[in-house]
């Protein structure tokens, strides 16, 4: 129908594109697909812009393949690939982790004359450094430069951040200083990334100095910043500092996340402060942040440090689906049995299947099969007709 309006709508093909261009922003892929197919037929094309706009939505959806074909399609209809196309099909490669069809691309693109830009430069750099080629990201950046193509924030944020998870922290120190050499101004991410660094590598002196010196230049800390912060202190038993950080966060009008809730209320379980991490779970179901296994794990090993067993059962009922582990089992019924509530450890044991039991024999044993009853328990389940088959196996 369209093609029959061809002469009504004026010179060129401006209104196959456009409809080309809508399927492709609507996320109507396969749709999109056909009608190029279709458009081919008549040797009418849709313009790079718009086959950049397919390429660009089908990589935000996860459709790998759908894009590599049209791609190819687009080559061999005789559609020249732009700068941004390669940029987008180099970008996919990398997150998806196919940094060698990555490279390809960019060799291909410099092959047909096509220069590269900062957009590129920054995505490999990025994508080799995030796993760990941390030499190949040292390469492109040097070429970046050769070229005639000036690093900007995000070159140095993504080189410190590869170099900071690689445990390479005086590197990444090094492109903090070239940063700041070329007149760049290190922002939130950077401080963050230096931060969370020095606190994974237990230098706390050096991270509490960079997020001082943050706010010193007035850049205000992030959730991660304080994450990192609240976590490195509470692993350092540094609890009541961790405390003085989440204030902080909650004054600067930030809301808990998962990690940075979990490390707190392990670190106030761990010093016996259950009351504390009550308050804090409270809280916490207030912001709408849901309990996990690991939450849920540290209330547990919290209340068996101060002796509270009845807790612990209350804890294992409003667990529900989830499964504590067979560590967490074992530690559930020594705390019940050093309670002497033998009878709620033999309802534990019960609702475990056996192959579990048998585990939690062989991990807590030497602690407490002295205990009769349960050891009258285990006796039976290990003399059933189901276990036998399970160790004969």
Not at 222 to 249: F, P, Q, R
Not at 358 to 376: A, D, G, S
């Amino acid at each position: 129908m369209l093609w029959s309006t061809r002469n009504v709508c004026g010179p060129g093909f401006g209104v196959f594109d456009t409809l080309f261009s809508v399927l492709a922003q609507f996320g109507m892929f396969e749709e999109a697909r056909l009608y190029f197919v279709k458009m081919k037929k008549f040797r009418v094309f849709p313009k790079v812009r718009s086959c950049n706009e397919l390429l660009y939505r089908l990589s935000k959806s996860g459709e790998r393949e759908m894009s590599k074909i049209f791609f190819r399609d687009m080559v061999r209809a005789g559609i020249s690939p732009s700068v941004s196309t390669y940029n987008i099909m180099i970008d996919y490669s990398c997150k998806e982790g196919d940094l060698e069809t990555a490279r390809k691309l960019f060799e291909q693109m410099k092959q047909i004359g096509l220069k590269p830009d900062i957009v590129t430069y920054n995505t490999l750099i990025d994508g080799f450094g995030k796993v760990g080629s941390l030499n190949e990201a040292i390469v492109l950046y040097e070429e970046m430069k050769d070229t005639g193509c000036e690093p900007d924030g995000i070159t140095y944020n993504s080189l410190i951040n590869c170099f900071c998870k690689f445990e390479r922290i005086p590197q990444a120190f090094e492109y903090l200083c070239q940063m700041k050499r070329r007149g760049l101004k290190p922002n939130v991410v950077t401080y963050t990334t230096l931060v969370d660094a020095f606190c994974k590598s237990g230098m706390m002196l050096e991270a509490i100095k960079f997020y001082v010196d943050m706010r010193r230049v007035g850049l205000l800390p992030n959730e991660y910043t304080y994450t990192s912060l609240i976590d490195a202190n509470c692993k350092k038993d540094n609890v009541n500092d961790a405390l003085k950080l989440s204030k902080e966060m909650l004054e600067a009008g930030l809301n808990f996340n998962i990690v940075s809730c979990t490390a707190l209320l392990d670190g106030l379980c761990e010093d016996g402060r259950i009351k504390e991490a009550e308050k804090l779970l409270r809280a916490m179901s207030r912001a709408g942040v849901a309990p996990t296994l690991q939450i849920y794990t540290a209330l547990i090993h919290g209340y068996i440090k101060v002796k509270m067993p009845e807790s612990v059962l209350h804890i294992l009922k409003e667990m529900k689906s989830m499964k504590p582990d067979m560590p967490l089992y074992g530690t559930i019924i020594l705390g019940l049995c050093r309670e002497n509530k033998i009878e709620e450890a033999e309802a534990v044991l019960r609702k475990i299947k056996i192959v579990v039991c048998l585990q939690i024999v062989i991990y807590t044993q030497p602690l407490w099969m002295h205990i009769l009853r349960l050891e009258k328990l285990l006796r039976h389940l290990i003399c059933s007709k189901r276990c036998r088959n399970w160790l004969l196996r």
